[in-house]
Structures are given as C-alpha cells and as structure tokens.
C-alpha cells in the first residue's frame, strides 16, 4: 500500500520516574531499580530505563484509524505498524 506517512522523531529527555502507593515497593538489581506494583489477584515487576535518546516513527491516518509507526531497517519508506488507534 502507498500512503503519505508523516515521519517523527521522539526524544527521551532520561528523566526519572518513580511510582509510589501502597502496593508499591522497589529493590536495585543489577545497579537497576525493580519496581513491584502489586494489585487484587497479583503483582508486577516493571524496570523503567531512563537513559536519553531519539527515535523515529511515523504516524499515519488512515480509514479513521491512526497507526503509529516505526521504519523497516531505518528505511524512511517502509514501515512495520506498531499500534493501532480508532476513534
């Protein structure tokens, strides 16, 4: 399919976030902090990295669907679809 994708870039500005509640608790492994969120039924670990960096994607309207984008092999022509968005 030919489309008019619009190509962006995202930036990570490497800012930390921290979760707090009481089903909130955090350990460092591996010089990592591990958050563990537990709820009803269950827990989860999450590892967030906070590191700074760029990437790009694409964003495409289309049949009222808006899909979010990223290139096949940095190609700026070719795009695998990442999510799906409809209204």
């Known amino acids: 399919m030919t489309a008019s994708v619009d190509v962006v870039d995202a930036v990570k500005s490497g800012v ?5 509640g009481s089903g909130v608790t955090s350990s460092i492994v591996n010089g990592e902090t591990v958050w563990r969120i537990a709820y009803n039924g ?11 960096g760029t990437a790009q994607g694409g964003l495409l309207l289309l049949n009222g669907e808006l899909l ?7 190609s700026a022509t070719s795009f695998n679809v990442e999510s799906r968005y409809i209204r």
């Open 42 to 52: 269950g827990s989860t670990d999450l590892t967030i990295d906070d590191s700074s």
């Open 68 to 74: 979010e984008l990223s290139p096949v092999n940095n």
């Open 16 to 20: 930390k976030i921290n979760f707090t």
